[in-house]
């Protein structure tokens, strides 16, 4: 049985919480907390699995909270964030929270979160040794980019993303089956990026690895990177190099 803790100030908010898990029989209640003092002992106390955390508490916020657990020997739980506040959500995708839920949320929307944190908290249980070295020597590449889409807030896993083209102030983020605008920078965007995994072809493109299924000349020596889907992006003389670099490894 997976066990969570919910921290929020309001009862109202601990109570919607408890109705919601009561769909998922996978996680049991270990325990509330109203205030961050409550919070830190009770998940010191109880070492939870999973911690639903508001970001306005009455003494201390959210990342305040996390930032205190994280000080002592202690793993800390997977978290979910639960707040009316959609100006945290960058925040809590630095500090790698599972996801962040804008109140008020449907049973739906609880029900992905809730399960892309069972899923964490398995692969955790399976194989912690793993996970304790990935925790202590963990990647300075980013795993997520979290951005505003249709009114919501999504966290999209970069290994989902099939490649990145700039469009004047923008990029464009294309996965298989949908793309997304964000106001970014390609050159701040490829420092978040493993450049193990994404490569700049162009200067105003970046592939993934992953999803290239080959490089064919083209005209004038020029070269086209095909991927997977059948999409074609051009390649540059200028990052040749690059590509055949990752080609001689």
Excluded at 26 to 54: H, M, N, Q, S, Y
Excluded at 131 to 143: D, E, F, V
Aim: aromatic share 8%; charged share 25%; hydrophobic share 40%.
């Amino acid at each position: 049985m997976i066990q969570a803790v919910l921290a929020d100030d309001e009862v109202l908010a601990r109570q919607k919480l408890r109705q919601l898990l009561r769909e998922i029989p996978e996680i049991e209640v270990a325990g509330e907390g109203a205030t961050a003092a409550e919070t830190i002992d009770l998940v010191r106390a109880t070492k939870p699995d999973l911690l639903f955390l508001d970001v306005r508490m009455p003494d201390m916020d959210g990342f305040d909270i996390v930032g205190e657990l994280s000080n002592g020997s202690q793993s800390l739980p997977c978290i979910i964030f639960t707040t009316a506040y959609d100006r945290y959500a960058l925040r809590a995708f630095e500090i790698n929270a599972v996801d962040y839920l804008l109140k008020p949320f449907t049973l739906e929307r609880f029900r992905a979160a809730t399960e892309r944190a069972l899923q964490q908290i398995k692969a955790k249980q399976q194989n912690p040794h793993a996970h304790a070295a990935k925790s202590q020597n963990g990647s300075p590449y980013t795993t997520r980019i979290v951005f505003k889409s249709k009114g919501r807030i999504l966290f999209l896993p970069v290994s989902e993303i099939c490649w990145i083209g700039a469009e004047e102030n923008y990029v464009r983020i294309c996965t298989q089956s949908e793309t997304h605008l964000l106001r970014e920078t390609m050159a701040h965007l490829e420092e978040k990026l493993d450049p193990s995994t994404f490569l700049r072809v162009h200067r105003s493109s970046i592939v993934n690895l992953q999803y290239v299924k080959e490089v064919r000349p083209e005209v004038d020596g020029e070269y086209g990177v095909l991927l997977n889907n059948g999409q074609k992006i051009s390649m540059s003389r200028s990052y040749r190099s690059r590509i055949k670099y990752w080609l001689d490894r």
